[in-house]
């Protein structure tokens, strides 16, 4: 029995005629009188606009879906491929199973060919609705749809158990590839690796490494990176070395993350001259610096205080022509803050603003914090105001402070707007000693907070 809306006024469609896959076509000019009068029927084209793709774009419940499919139905549309597979993908991302499960079956009933692109994306909505054993099912059903299962495939289902640690299903279905007809490549091996060295098994994803060469599989830069990083962040920078020359031997042209990973563990252990010096050869060996790398030695500079020399090598960047972008001029909004040097840290934010960077909402917080931090509440609001108009949202641990540093300024008309904010935005305090802070403080104005504050609370 078909799912329906009972009372789904559907005007839209009552309005129209009977829609099909392929319509007449009237001649766009007079016919020559001496010329016979024909009647062409033309295909749909693709770019051409589809009355129930439309629709159904505007629908938002699973079971409004279902009613416009059937009923476009029994208008007289026959649903084709986009049709079957738009509506599957919009089950599929409500979590409606069952009713991807109904037009599953109306699809193989029709023997409507699909394509191997919609069983791919079933697979992800299946691992993110954890339910990876339906993955694994409608892996293999892919080929009962008349519909040839490829690599790709494979890889995706691969990904979603390494993400869900079903590392040994994962490796088993690698190992099996070649039984489906499918040869495991590159993206196959680099998805175990890198669910094993998430689970700092080491020498299980250099095994898997020996076993792709061994395989004549050629390793990519993906899964140098991989191996790099592991071993930088676990402090053994000459492995991780040792990696990157194999890679020159083997042609594998490395990339600016190969060179930052090694840069940051360089900085990691105290060794600031040589990731800087490893930034220069990096051009020595076909690879420009880029934004990560100069990021990497601004890090290390702010959290040793050396915020002077990370804007030089701002500037540095800019004479090579380099955009800074907002995750570099974090950096040093980050660390001036910190250092308690917020009004530095604003004309920065100025600076990125004349320059087309959009501050996000780290910026906005750091500043934020970084006033609060030296007793400037007034413009921490300021901040807060800007912040607010760009729609993104502080964190309740940043207002609380600016209420705090407001009520104890005396300042309670401005303490009183920011409880506002948070109750229209249905921040709680998140901690009754906070609450009671803020309601011994509000006492001081006779309770012209309480209600402001009372809103908060209770959220």
């Not at 051409?48 to 007289?76: R, W």
């Not at 402070?401 to 401005?414: A, F, S």
């Amino acid at each position: 029995m078909h799912r329906r809306l009972s009372s789904s006024p559907l005007t839209t469609i009552a309005s129209r005629q009977h829609y099909h896959t392929s319509q007449s076509v009237k001649p766009t000019k007079k016919p020559n009188s001496h010329e016979p009068t024909t009647t062409h029927k033309v295909t749909r084209k693709p770019w051409e606009e589809v009355p129930f793709l439309t629709d159904l774009k505007q629908t938002e419940e699973t079971e409004e879906a279902l009613s416009l499919f059937h009923h476009y139905q029994q208008m007289g549309f026959r649903h084709d491929y986009p049709s079957y597979s738009s509506l599957i993908y919009k089950l599929a991302k409500s979590r409606d199973f069952d009713a991807v499960d109904q037009i599953l079956n109306l699809v193989r009933h029709r023997n409507v060919k699909c394509r191997e692109s919609l069983f791919m994306g079933l697979i992800q909505h299946y691992g993110k609705s954890n339910s990876v054993d339906k993955a694994v099912e409608i892996f293999h059903r892919i080929t009962s749809f008349d519909c040839v299962r490829t690599i790709q495939s494979l890889n995706t289902l691969i990904n979603v158990l390494v993400d869900h640690r079903e590392l040994e299903k994962a490796r088993s279905f690698v190992d099996g590839a070649k039984d489906m007809g499918v040869r495991p490549n590159s993206v196959s091996f680099n998805v175990l690796i890198k669910g094993l060295l998430e689970k700092c098994d080491w020498e299980g994803a250099r095994k898997v490494f020996d076993e792709m060469l061994e395989g004549e599989v050629q390793p990519t830069v993906v899964t140098y990176n991989s191996l790099i990083g592991f071993l930088c962040r676990n402090n053994d920078v000459g492995k991780a070395k040792s990696l990157l020359e194999d890679m020159m031997v083997k042609r594998i042209r490395p990339n600016h993350v190969t060179f930052g990973l090694l840069m940051k563990g360089l900085c990691s252990k105290g060794e600031y001259n040589e990731a800087r010096k490893l930034m220069f050869d990096m051009e020595y060996r076909g690879c420009k610096p880029g934004l990560v790398n100069y990021g990497v030695l601004m890090s290390d500079l702010g959290k040793r205080g050396k915020i002077d020399e990370a804007k030089v090598l701002l500037g540095e960047m800019k004479k090579r022509r380099i955009k800074p972008d907002v995750v570099i001029y974090n950096i040093l909004v980050n660390h001036l803050c910190s250092e308690g040097r917020a009004p530095e840290a604003y004309r920065t934010l100025m600076e990125m603003q004349m320059k087309g960077c959009k501050p996000n909402a780290a910026t906005y917080r750091m500043m934020v914090d970084g006033f609060c931090r030296i007793g400037d509440f007034d413009s921490a609001l300021s901040i807060l105001n800007a912040m607010l108009a760009s729609r993104h949202s502080p964190t309740p641990a940043t207002l609380v402070c600016l209420v705090d540093g407001l009520i104890k300024g005396g300042n309670l008309d401005h303490a009183c707007f920011v409880l506002e904010v948070m109750a229209k935005k249905n921040v709680s305090f998140g901690s009754g000693a906070w609450g009671k802070l803020l309601s011994d403080l509000c006492m001081k104005d006779g309770g012209a907070c309480c209600e402001a504050l009372s809103e908060v609370i209770s959220i």
